[in-house]
């Protein structure tokens, strides 16, 4: 049990568009996930927690107007980059949490052209 | 600031032989750590984790070791094989559940 799942696992769009990442808890209810990127060869840096129903927290630093995010049911929660720009290509990840574990899925590569 | 850090960023083993990838940490109010195990362009997978009540967690082939005394933590794998190759992440877990990922090692395995 606790699968998460990413759609898309991987996207390609031009500068200036806004992409939809969505995290998926596939066989349990989670009220709050997370949303983190990845640089190559770096950490996982936190950029929000996203809570079921209220607004999400960002990470200092973390423009909340560029990163969307709404947790508007207990399995989903979708990141939305706004205006993408190369500088936003990475690899974002989501993690959902139940009990006092997160539960990662597998990862959206996002290239900006 | 709070911070998880690692003192090895790259480890390489022949397969068959024991490795231990180490991590030190700053919160000496943690009280939860995870080791994570990260392949090529998939999310972290978890591994192992240790409460701070404890100074050593075995799992299958996996071995957590934490002193709090010098906050130091370290995984420790037996018998390593070629899938063992990943990068390795330690991460604290705050008490309001957030998670703080260490800097990393990547571990090659060659046969």
């Known amino acids: 049990g606790a699968v998460v799942s990413q759609h898309p696992s991987r996207v390609i769009c031009k500068s200036g568009t806004s992409v939809k990442i969505e995290c998926r808890s596939l066989?349990?209810?989670?009220?709050?996930m997370f949303w983190y990127r990845q640089f190559p060869k770096k950490s996982l840096m936190l950029m929000a927690t996203s809570n079921e129903g209220s607004k999400a927290t960002y990470e200092q630093g973390v423009e909340k107007d560029k990163f969307l995010i709404n947790h508007a049911s207990l399995t989903l929660s979708t990141l939305t980059v706004t205006s993408a720009h190369p500088e936003d290509s990475s690899f974002y990840i989501c993690?959902?949490?139940?009990?006092?574990?997160?539960?990662f899925g597998p990862g959206t590569r996002l290239t900006v052209t | 600031g709070e911070s998880v850090g690692l003192h090895l960023p790259t480890l390489s083993v022949q397969e068959g032989d024991n490795s231990i990838i180490n991590c030190a940490y700053s919160?000496?109010?943690?009280?939860?750590f995870i080791w994570y195990k990260q392949e090529s362009g998939k999310g972290p997978q978890f591994i192992i984790d240790i409460r701070s009540n404890m100074d050593k967690r075995q799992g299958q082939r996996v071995t957590v070791l934490l002193n709090k005394t010098v906050k130091h933590l370290s995984l420790q794998i037996a018998a390593t094989q070629p899938g063992d190759s990943a990068v390795y992440f330690c991460a604290e877990i705050s008490s309001y559940g957030k998670l703080t990922f260490g800097q990393g090692t990547i571990l090659t395995v060659h046969p």
């Open positions: 066989d349990f209810q989670a009220t709050t």
């Open positions: 993690s959902a949490a139940r009990d006092y574990e997160q539960y």
């Open positions: 919160n000496s109010a943690s009280d939860y």
